[in-house]
């Protein structure tokens, strides 16, 4: 079959962020299909440009044998108009450009929702080919800006949002979402759930060794509590600085705490880091997921924070997460959400989101701990992943769903 995915802000392992779609390629790819993915030329993680493309609007690469097809798009910094007008162009030249005019049509479209437009831009792709489209719900726009406290669900975009929405899930052949209880949301606004198709964020074996295999720590006297993600709002990590802080009065260096990412909140945790005196703090730059497993290995343990918020009822599937278990590392898990995966797992220890104080007691009660049970942990969580977050596996029910909408395949 020929899959064609397109997801705004899709990256290879050479970039910092998830490859959720590259890894499914990739093993599509091996499994004798053709697949291509359309991602704008302009790094949402990095703001720079990933390809330089001598002014053409279109560029094509391939990466360990995943083709990607970028289409230039105007640069932005934070949540700006300039952002909007970014995913706007993503999506216009995905449906004027002479290059996906002429293009061979695939057998399947594969629209992915990071923003609405350029999964709507997908689906009018599937539509002028008269193929099946299928619509990836990463987020529930515009529920989650709502339960964020962003914006008011009276807000005129907000029922534009929510009219686009509608539109995707009525005309997707399947609906795939990364959120457990997602159906429940879907159900809730008229849609039928029937086509609807749970496939969470997963792991590239290939870019992890075995488990047991550890790189030299780089400060092997200290107990390193290591945090790798997105800085911002939704993360709460300033529960991060205020455990910090709590905690260095008695143990001072013996535990420090690493913050490895960007994000827009990461110059206002620098800044209350400094204006408290925190020498327990280190801020890390982001690094591509090639080296995210190198990276991980110098802590002792991960921690997984969310605000609390409802918008996180029907589930999550962070990326670093599973990162962080594939790690063979325990976890400090403080959110509230549908799921628990550390739980589940037997790999960690679960606290009240939005809680130094907790968090504080969670760290210690790890720093205690002997290393045989933190070992324990961290093999309990690498057997979690291995048994419900291979890419392999993913990709065999993505096949599967792809086929069963080719006709006569």
């Not at 490859?19 to 990095?46: D, M």
Request: one cysteine or more.
């Amino acid at each position: 079959m020929k899959l064609l995915i397109i997801n705004h802000y899709a990256i290879p392992p050479s970039e910092a962020g998830g490859t959720r779609h590259y890894s499914l390629a990739k093993e599509l790819i091996a499994r004798g299909h053709q697949v291509k993915i359309v991602a704008a030329n302009f790094s949402h993680q990095t703001k720079t440009t990933v390809i330089q493309s001598d002014n053409k609007m279109v560029v094509e690469r391939e990466f360990d044998g995943v083709p990607f097809i970028y289409i230039n798009a105007p640069a932005y910094q934070g949540n700006s108009p300039a952002r909007l007008y970014n995913m706007l162009s993503f999506a216009k030249q995905l449906l004027w450009s002479k290059y996906f005019k002429t293009m061979e049509s695939p057998d399947v479209v594969f629209g992915s929702s990071p923003h609405p437009f350029a999964a709507w831009a997908a689906q009018r792709l599937a539509t002028k080919w008269g193929i099946p489209f299928i619509f990836e719900v990463r987020d529930l726009w515009p529920q989650s800006l709502i339960d964020l406290g962003k914006i008011s669900s009276r807000h005129p975009a907000v029922k534009f949002m929510a009219m686009l929405e509608k539109h995707l899930y009525k005309r997707a052949d399947k609906i795939i979402t990364l959120l457990p209880g997602a159906h429940e949301y879907i159900r809730s606004i008229g849609i039928n759930v029937d086509k609807v198709v749970y496939i969470p964020n997963g792991i590239d074996f290939s870019i992890y060794s075995e488990p047991t295999d550890r790189l030299p720590k780089q400060n092997s006297d200290r107990f390193t509590v290591m945090y790798a993600g997105a800085h911002g709002l939704a993360n709460g990590l300033d529960s991060i600085i205020k455990c910090a802080d709590i905690l260095r009065g008695k143990y001072g260096e013996k535990i420090i705490f690493q913050l490895v990412g960007d994000g827009p909140h990461k110059g206002y945790l620098k800044n209350m880091a400094a204006e408290m005196g925190l020498s327990n703090v280190q801020f890390i730059n982001p690094v591509p997921k090639s080296q995210v497993p190198a990276m991980l290995s110098q802590a002792d343990a991960f921690i997984m924070l969310l605000k609390d918020s409802p918008v996180f009822r029907w589930g999550i599937s962070p990326n670093k997460l599973y990162d962080y278990l594939c790690a063979s590392r325990p976890v400090i898990y403080g959110v509230n959400a549908f799921n628990n995966p550390v739980e589940e797992a037997g790999a960690g220890i679960t606290v009240a989101p939005e809680s130094p104080e907790e968090l504080a007691a969670a760290v210690i009660k790890l720093y205690n701990m002997s290393e045989q049970e933190r070992k324990q942990m961290g093999i309990n969580g690498r057997k979690y992943v291995e048994e419900n977050h291979d890419f392999r596996n993913l990709a065999i029910t993505l096949e599967d769903i792809v086929m069963d909408l080719i006709p006569y395949h």
